[in-house]
Nanobody
Framework: QEQLIESGGGLVQAGGSLRLSCARS????????MAWFRQAPGKGREFVAG????????TNTDSVKDRFTISRDTAKNTVYLQMNSLEPEDTAVYYC????????????????WGQGTQVTVSS
């Protein structure tokens, strides 16, 4: 069993920055790929960015390209999402997820999820 705990959300003005953290614990060896998803009110869950736990492979969705950066610190068992130039459209609950399928953008491929952290961007 694996546990994921997100932190770092909050309220920020448009153009501002936030850094989300996802601390993982438990049996992590079966979930070599980590990702961030988000869900805005009234919308479906959207893949944001993903990273391999070993190696440097990353991917992100076009809407956050050049603004968001995913990274990981294996010594701290933590994945981060640095979000810059935030826009009101980025307002959502952000979820951390872990799974076995590398580079997958489908939520159904992820076995473990955090509880989510709210990000609100005001205009």
């Amino acid at each position: 069993q694996e546990q994921l705990i997100e932190s770092g959300g909050g309220l920020v003005q448009a153009g501002g920055s936030l850094r989300l953290s996802c601390a993982r614990s438990g049996r992590t060896f079966g979930s070599p790929f980590m990702a961030w998803f988000r869900q805005a009110p009234g919308k479906g869950r959207e893949f944001v960015a993903g990273i391999g736990w070993i190696g440097s492979i990353t991917t992100n969705t076009d809407s956050v390209k050049d603004r968001f950066t995913i990274s990981r610190d294996t010594a701290k068992n933590t994945v981060y999402l640095q979000m810059n130039s935030l826009e009101p459209e980025d307002t959502a609950v952000y979820y951390c997820a872990a799974g076995a399928r590398i580079l997958s953008r489908a939520g159904t491929d992820y076995d473990y999820w955090g509880q989510g952290t709210q990000v609100t961007v005001s205009s």
